[in-house]
């Protein structure tokens, strides 16, 4: 069990008093000084500069994992579910991508955008053994008109979709 202590402030002049009491009135609903000093405190606090101290991150085979469990609000649950399945990702998946963020600096890509990228690696693969072919019908010597300006027109607009998709997921985060 925690103690709770009272805070306990001297030389406060009824003019301050007062105003602690009506900004606990007015910001939390009841008359407490202690509350509207805390949260006083804790504004300036937030107005301070934090240092960006980097934690470096563990080695990648680490397979010593922890369990977390927390309660957040249903509409906060809501909230993640739906930007989840927006994304075509697990909750589970999604806040430890958040959490991972602010820990590292590291980005998780979500279900979405694996799912362009794995539609970006077949658009490759099927771009390669069109390459493949020209390039056989050129060592054989055959005579046949060679789609090369349709090739090339259609690798710029599947790097563009890439380069697309990589800016949108860099602004989300």
Known sequence: MTKK???????????????????AQK????RSRTKAIIELINKEMDKEPKDNVTIPEPEIHSKNKKRVQFSIRE??????????IDNDSSIQHYIISLILKDL????????SE???????????????VNVNQIAKAI??????????????????QHVALVQNLLLESSKKY
């Open 5 to 23: 202590t009272d805070l306990l402030v001297k030389g406060l002049t009824q003019e301050q008093k007062d105003f602690l009491y009506e900004y």
């Open 27 to 30: 910001n939390f609903g009841s």
């Open 75 to 84: 509409s906060d649950y809501n909230n993640l579910k739906k930007i989840a």
């Open 104 to 111: 590292y600096a590291k980005q998780l890509m979500l279900g």
């Open 114 to 128: 694996l799912e362009l990228l794995r539609k970006s690696n077949y658009e490759l693969h099927k771009i390669g």
């Open 139 to 156: 060592n054989v010597g055959e005579d046949r008109v060679l789609p090369i300006n349709q090739l090339r027109e259609y690798i710029e």
